[in-house]
Each structure stands twice: as C-alpha cells, then as structure tokens.
C-alpha cells in the first residue's frame, strides 16, 4: 500500500511539473527598469531631446484599452508632441511609483525584453482647474540591450481626460434644474420635525430599507440601522429643543445619471442632558432620493466636537 502511495503522488508531481515550461527570467532591478525611470522623467519635464535619445526610430505608443482592430499607434514624433502638451498645459505634473506595486523588468526567450510598470499620473489642468489623479499600468518593449524602447502599450482610463474637454472655457452646459419648492423637500422637511417631536418612527418612514448615512465625524459609512443606533446615543445625552431653517433648501434634480438631491442647511438648538449646556448645531444634509421619493443615502456635514 506505501508503495502505491509513493508511484500515486510521483505520478501527480510528474504530471503538474510537465504542465510548466519558463519563458524568461523576471527582475526587480535591470538596466531596462532605469531606462523607464529615465524616460518617464524627460516625458515630465519635456526634455525632448533626451526623450529622443531613448525612443527606437519605429517607436509606436498603443492605447492598449482601445477597441480598434485597425490602431496603427502613436509614432516617435506625436509622442514627443504630447510630452510638450502636458508640460504645458498641465501643473504640477508628475508620474510616480503606484505603491505598493513595483515595476518588473521580463526577459523573455526570443530577445524579447519588456518592462511593466503601475504607476500614477498627477496633475492639475491649467484652463480649467480639473485635477487628474489617474492609476496607469504600461508595458515598454526594449531591444536587445535595454538603451532604447520600442514601444508602449498603456492601459490609461481615458474618460478621465474628458473631465478636462467638459470644462473647458465656452463648453458650457446645463445639468438639470434647481427647484425652491418640491415634494422631496417637503419630505426632508417632515423627517426633520419628526425628530424634533421624538417621532422616530415616522422620520426614518422617509428611508429606503437600503438607505446608508454619510457622516463626516464617523470613519466609516452607516447603515440605515446603524444611523438608528448612532442617534439614539446622541438622543440619551442631548434634547432637541428647536430645529430652524437656515435659508432655504434646494432640490437638484441632475441630468447626469439622473441623480435626486435635496440639499438643507439647519440650526439644531439642543441642551445637554447632563449638564444643561446649550448649544446650536449647524448641520448641512444631502439627501439623495430614488424614484419613489424615498432617500437612499444621506450626508450629514457637522462640527462632532460640539456634542462632545
């Protein structure tokens, strides 16, 4: 029996050693891993002659998310071009290690040498103020002895360039309407007096079963039962005695995704239960509602330490 034990588990590391074949050889540290740190730096600065001194005279750049079966690539010189643009147009441009990753450099059997790269783009356009802070993984293809690249194949979400081309001075555009009086205002306006009159029950009503609370002072976001249990601890040590309208709330219903938001500013005039001590929590809601005039998520923007 051992010795049908022993020929059975020869047998499985035979089979799961034949299903492997190495194609290469992988670095952490390579001639070619410094060569993209060095392209990558002229690429920022637009250091175009040095940026040339590295590019193959073929170099071709491919956007490697792109649907064209027919993409011939971005050669040499466009390359260079965009280099001059960012450095342009963009501030405090940078492109930095996305750690924890690290970059690899692969030799593979064939002289095939390619570096793969995580990395993040930084900057702030200049016309329009947009930030791009965008995670980019790239693959280079070296040659022979890792002094020059070939090419780059560069998995770079590009929806968030258009952020830049939808702001851009002229393009304006409406993003739905803004209403003073609304039946979702009406609903934020009952929710908030059932508090004040210690009707719970009917103020959470308002709520999707699903609803979940952004609070600023909480680290984590709430869900509906624990925005329950979070307010029944503020309710034990404190009492609302008056609850006023600062200004007027707005109701925004967005084209973009087609988004419901009743924004309110309140003056929440409470005593401590302890202590007696007054006083007036200002407090900015975001209710975001469904369909069905239900609120799915809230956002509550407060100074915590006052009720501490």
Do not use: C
Not at 156 to 180: C, F, L, Q
Not at 226 to 243: H, M, N, P, Y
């Amino acid at each position: 029996m051992k010795k049908l034990t022993f020929i059975l588990v020869a047998l499985i590391t035979l089979s799961m050693s034949a299903q492997k074949k190495k194609n290469g050889v992988v670095y952490d540290k390579h001639p070619g891993i410094l060569l993209v740190e060095a392209f990558n730096k002229a690429y920022v600065e637009a250091d175009v002659e040095k940026l040339s001194s590295m590019m193959d005279d073929d170099f071709k750049s491919y956007n490697a998310l792109s649907s064209n079966k027919d993409q011939k690539g971005t050669p040499k010189n466009n390359f260079i071009g965009q280099s001059k643009w960012w450095n342009t147009n963009i501030d405090y441009f940078k492109i930095t290690q996305d750690k924890p990753a690290y970059p690899d450099a692969i030799e593979y059997k064939g002289d095939q040498t390619w570096v793969q790269t995580w990395e993040r783009i930084y900057g702030v356009h200049k016309q329009t103020g947009v930030e791009l802070d965008m995670p980019v993984h790239r693959l280079y293809r070296l040659n022979k002895d890792a002094t020059k690249i070939i090419s780059v194949m560069d998995y770079t979400d590009s929806s968030n360039y258009m952020r830049v081309w939808d702001a851009w001075p002229g393009n304006d555009r409406k993003n739905g309407e803004i209403y003073i009086n609304h039946e979702n205002i009406n609903t934020v306006r009952k929710l908030m007096y059932a508090f004040l009159n210690n009707d719970g029950e009917k103020a959470y009503s308002y709520f999707d079963e699903n609803a979940v609370i952004e609070d600023i002072n909480e680290p984590e976001t709430l869900t509906l039962e624990q925005g329950k249990e979070r307010d029944k601890v503020i309710f034990s040590d404190w009492t609302l005695d008056a609850l006023d309208e600062s200004g007027y709330p707005d109701y925004l219903e967005y084209d973009w995704r087609e988004s419901k938001v009743v924004q309110s500013w309140w003056n929440m005039r409470m005593t401590n239960n302890k202590t007696a001590k007054k006083i007036v929590l200002k407090v900015l809601f975001m209710d975001d509602f469904n369909d069905d005039g239900k609120i799915t998520k809230r956002y509550m923007y407060y100074n915590g330490s006052l009720l501490k």
